[in-house]
């Protein structure tokens, strides 16, 4: 492998002998495995680790493999440019192979496995895999939403950061995610896509003042950049963008109710605070990682509230 690190590919396999077997090549092989016997848990899972391959095992009566590939493909918060793989235990046919790429799969390896090609095409994925995430990285607007990259925002910090401290203006930055109404919607093996982050860019890119600046801090992160904002303007932003989800539910315009969880740090005067806006983004998203897990509701905390 080119990579600096060593890949590490999640196995959904419920067959014990299988799911050892192909831990052992791949950890042979430089791979670092992880393992899940549930495969329809296997969506939630791959948004929440970063995972730079996956692996779907079909049994030999079972057809969740072809169920959760689709779930993938259909997914707007998973990374579309990880490699999803389907092994089979029974020899395939070409109906069976057209399935698994109509499914969304890379690749579709049937009894008896050729490792040694499959672990070549792997390698061929993953060099694809880095090379798009160095290109995105570098890039400044984000294809899909129209927002900034995270290194977008990181370099308009500056220039913002800048204009605030010499008006002596205050300065506020937010981070975003957010949880749908429908929780079970993420347990289901199959199911529509989640459309709460494409909502949140779209409303957010909308509703949003010129000045402000909104961007991505992560796959299913926004944040707003608001110069000449206080505190009490952050949580004000926070209620008119929650109003804005509010009534899209109710038009329909969105499928689920949407609430907004947010993690803000804000000054008065930004060229007192000796602060840089690089380091309240930083400290924005640290407030919204704070915010307790099992509430229902959306929730907004401050980092001057941390302990």
């Known amino acids: 492998m080119t990579a600096t690190r060593s890949p590490i590919i999640l196995i959904a396999c419920r067959h014990d002998t299988m799911a050892r077997s192909l831990e052992s090549v791949f950890e042979r092989e430089g791979y670092i495995p992880a393992r899940i016997t549930s495969l329809p848990r296997t969506v939630d899972l791959s948004r929440r680790g970063s995972y730079d391959a996956i692996v779907l095992h079909q049994g030999l009566e079972r057809q969740e493999a072809l169920e959760v590939s689709r779930a993938l493909r259909d997914d707007a918060l998973f990374d579309h440019s990880t490699p999803v793989v389907i092994t089979s235990s029974s020899v395939a046919s070409a109906a069976d192979r057209l399935a698994a790429c109509e499914a969304g799969a890379w690749e579709y390896c049937s009894h008896p496995i050729d490792l040694g090609l499959l672990l070549a095409k792997l390698r061929t994925f993953l060099r694809a895999r880095e090379e798009l995430a160095f290109a995105q990285s570098q890039s400044l607007l984000d294809s899909r939403s129209g927002l900034y990259t995270p290194f977008g925002l990181q370099q308009i910090a500056a220039t913002l950061g800048a204009g605030a401290a010499r008006k002596h203006q205050p300065f506020a930055c937010l ?117 307790p897990e099992g509430s229902n509701t959306g929730s907004i905390l401050s980092f001057d509230d941390l302990s």
């Open 175 to 291: 981070a975003f995610s957010s949880l749908t109404a429908d929780r079970e919607i993420a347990k289901a093996p199959v199911r529509e896509p989640d459309f709460a982050f494409d909502d949140m860019a779209s409303i957010f890119r909308a509703q949003s003042r010129k000045s402000d600046v909104v961007g991505h801090v992560g796959e299913s992160r926004l944040a707003i950049l608001a110069p000449d904002t206080d505190a009490n303007g952050a949580r004000l932003l926070v209620a008119r963008l929650q109003n804005e989800f509010d009534k899209a539910a109710t038009n329909r315009t969105i499928p689920h109710r949407v609430w907004l969880r947010a993690g803000f740090s804000a000054v008065p005067d930004l060229a007192n605070a000796r602060i840089e806006v690089e380091e309240m983004v930083h400290r924005a998203t640290s407030a919204l990682d704070r915010i």
